[in-house]
Nanobody
């Protein structure tokens, strides 16, 4: 049974920091590129960051560069998203995704609220 379980969300102050985690099970984690997406209320889901199977290659949309860092630990079947100096507009549900040419899996999401 495939599972992606996100954690680490919550309330964070603007300018603070937060690290999200996503633990995978039920598939060969090290074989899948991983991504983080987010969806704010009333908006479409958008890509935040992606990382290759080995972790050597990362990519970010221009709007996300410099504020998020994606990493992974294949020994722990875990992908991380570090949020640096978050802004109120980063408030959203954050999802991790595993996807290759055959299959796509999503986690259930974790809520992040950026507010003072």
């Amino acid at each position: 049974q495939v599972q992606l379980v996100e954690s680490g969300g919550g309330l964070v102050q603007p300018g603070g920091s937060l690290r999200l985690s996503c633990v995978a099970s039920g598939f060969i984690f090290s074989s899948y590129p991983m991504s983080w997406y987010r969806q704010a209320a009333g908006k479409e889901r958008e890509l935040v960051a992606s990382i290759s199977q080995t972790g050597r290659v990362t990519s970010y949309p221009d709007s996300m560069k410099g504020r998020f860092t994606i990493s992974r630990d294949n020994a722990k079947n875990t992908v991380y998203l570090q949020m640096n100096s978050p802004k109120p507009e980063d408030t959203a549900v954050y999802y991790c995704r595993a996807s290759d040419h055959r299959s796509t899996y999503w986690g259930q999401g974790t809520q992040v609220t950026v507010s003072s």
